[in-house]
């Protein structure tokens, strides 16, 4: 079925305030219809994007959140204060959080369910690093990070988000092929199927994450179950971020 595809710009912790306006603007300006855009950018800079994307369709996101509502949770964000901001999206499971900052399945599936339960849309992520691809784990480690995801609690189709983004693609300069992507998204829309029921899954957008380009872009979102992108460093530049976003119409 006809998914409309969805780009969204994954900023890390980069940019400053002054830069990350001059960013939001641009994209904004830049932004074609018939494609769903966001950013997620880092957590002091939301309330200045957010202000700078008013008015247009992009949507505002965040890198991660806290699952608790409030309290003595020093240095953490609830997911109440980024709708706060403005925010309509929040990533969770991302490659760097599970492996960098030692979030596990337990921690990521919390982030989860509370995201998607206030609302927002939740955009979860899975894959694999090199040595499980090396091992043939690529499929059993996206099924176990797919099922952080509980169906009893996730009902509407339009705002849940699985990004693939293959741990040895990110920041690297080295993608996968258009043939390995499309074999690990068909995988997660079957798992999805699975898990929930087939028509769920035929509605649920897979972006592709892992060294997104303005020169691979074309051929990875031609793959059938390929429905966008999370882009990390092509987005920080608003021409080469578009120019995906495009290639996705």
Same mark, same amino acid.
């Given at each position: ?128 690093? $090199?040595? @499980?691809? *090396?091992?043939?784990?690529? /499929? ?7 099922? +952080?995801?509980?169906? %009893? ?67 990875? $979102?031609? @793959?059938? *179950?390929?429905?966008?992108? /999370? ?7 608003? +021409?080469?971020?578009? %120019? ?6």
């Amino acid at each position: 079925m006809a998914r409309t595809g969805f780009v969204a710009g994954n900023w890390k912790m980069n940019t400053n305030k002054q830069g990350a306006v001059a960013l939001a603007k641009a994209v904004a300006q830049g932004a074609p219809a018939g494609v769903q855009v966001g950013v997620a950018v880092p957590f002091v800079y939301l309330d200045a994007v957010g202000q700078a994307l008013a008015g247009s369709s992009v949507m505002l996101g965040a890198q991660d959140a806290c699952w608790l509502p409030n309290g003595a949770c020093t240095g953490e964000i609830s997911i109440e204060m980024l709708k706060d901001v403005g925010a309509k999206f929040v990533l969770t499971g991302h490659s760097e959080r599970r492996h960098i900052f030692g979030d596990g399945p337990e921690f990521v599936a919390k982030k989860a369910h509370a995201v998607y339960s206030s609302g927002l849309t939740l955009i979860h992520c899975v894959g694999e690093t $090199l040595e @499980q691809r *090396d091992a043939n784990q690529t /499929l059993a480690v996206v099924q176990k990070q797919l099922e +952080e995801l509980q169906p %009893a609690s996730i009902a509407d189709p339009d705002r849940l988000v699985i990004a693939y983004e293959p741990v040895w693609a990110i920041g690297t300069g080295r993608n996968a092929t258009n043939e390995q992507a499309q074999e690990v998204h068909a995988y997660i829309r079957q798992a999805l199927g699975k898990l929930w029921n087939q028509n769920f899954a035929s509605q649920v957008r897979i972006q592709y994450g892992g060294s997104m380009k303005p020169d691979n872009a074309a051929g990875l $979102l031609a @793959q059938p *179950d390929v429905d966008g992108g /999370l882009i990390g460093g092509a987005a920080l530049k608003a +021409e080469s971020f578009l %120019a995906i976003v495009n290639a996705a119409k």
